[in-house]
């Protein structure tokens, strides 16, 4: 792991903790018990794991283990709330499939282990007037095409309705759509998808893990027969694209937006940027940029 993730991680423990009704002196020990866990941790681990058991370890101490629970329904509210005018956006578009891949992208910036606040109108305006840093959007859009069966890898809670009104505007019907297996920082789980109606575009999955990511060793039997029977794979977010980069199938297409200096150099490309790149095939990669 990055030493710049260990950082990351510090910080968002301590905003965790400082979210717990709890005595300072409490504070302190719990943030004791962190930097022990933290000095053990491996070099190779990747940050979902950790992300996953710092929630683990809230739940387990009685502590508060949906912190961003209002968090969560705020958002999943206000992109409900602008659903309307962001469709009639994607319906009279030139280009339906671009417009709203491209508010699906947006929807990625709702992330608050990467951020304490989420400028959210300004990412919407960005991501219509900006070149995407690797675009395989015209294989994505043929994949799709012919894929009889798609599954979609959700991130965050209001994000998701993004990804819903994408689905929405594919006009498909063989779409799972799964989420976490517990509340672990402002991830989606079945509760958040329920609420903002993703049933009515997709069949709606847990992965049975509390990872911020998708850890295929760590999932349910079922999303993991999903997973490898699926034509097309669709992964949102940082935490999906680390759990899954190394994973040996182009069948896999990462939509994300790199909102930290570790992935986008990973990727190759300037932090705050648009991606949507199609797993393992460097030689396109390549040639988009």
């Known amino acids: 792991m990055d030493y710049r993730c260990l950082q990351c991680h510090a910080k968002n423990f301590a905003r965790l903790i400082r979210k717990s009704n709890i005595p300072a002196e409490d504070k302190r020990a719990r943030m004791q018990w962190f930097y022990r866990y933290l000095s053990s941790v491996d070099e190779s681990t990747i940050a979902p794991k950790v992300s996953a058991e710092i929630y683990r370890y809230f739940r387990e101490h009685q502590l508060n283990g949906n912190p961003y629970a209002k968090e969560k329904e705020q958002f999943n509210k ?20 671009d417009r709203a891949m491209r508010y699906a992208l947006a929807g990625n910036i709702i992330d608050f282990g990467a951020h304490a606040t989420i400028p959210l109108e300004e990412t919407f305006t960005k991501v219509l007037e900006t070149d995407l840093a690797i675009d395989h959007s015209a294989m994505f ?20 309705v993004m990804d819903k009104l994408f689905i929405a505007s594919l006009g498909v019907e063989n779409v799972t759509f799964a989420v976490r297996g517990a509340p672990v920082v402002n991830d989606a789980t079945v509760e958040d998808a329920e609420f903002i109606g993703l049933n009515e575009v997709a ?29 097309v794979i669709i992964s949102k977010g940082q935490g999906n694209y680390e759990g899954l980069m190394d994973h040996q199938t182009k069948r896999i297409y990462f939509m994300l937006m790199a909102k930290c200096f570790v992935i986008a150099e990973k990727l190759e490309v300037e932090k705050g940027s648009f991606i949507v790149m199609c797993n393992q095939n460097q030689d396109a990669k390549d040639s988009h940029r």
């Open 141 to 160: 859009r043929e994949d799709l095409a012919k894929a009889k069966s798609i599954l979609w890898l959700g991130d965050n809670a209001g994000e998701i």
């Open 203 to 231: 069949r709606v999955l847990s992965n049975g893990n509390d990872a911020p990511s998708t850890l295929l060793d760590e999932c349910s039997d079922e999303f993991r027969e999903a997973f490898f029977e699926a034509d």
């Open 78 to 97: 206000a992109l409900l709330f602008n659903y309307a005018g962001l469709k009639s956006g994607v319906e009279t578009s030139p280009d339906p499939f």
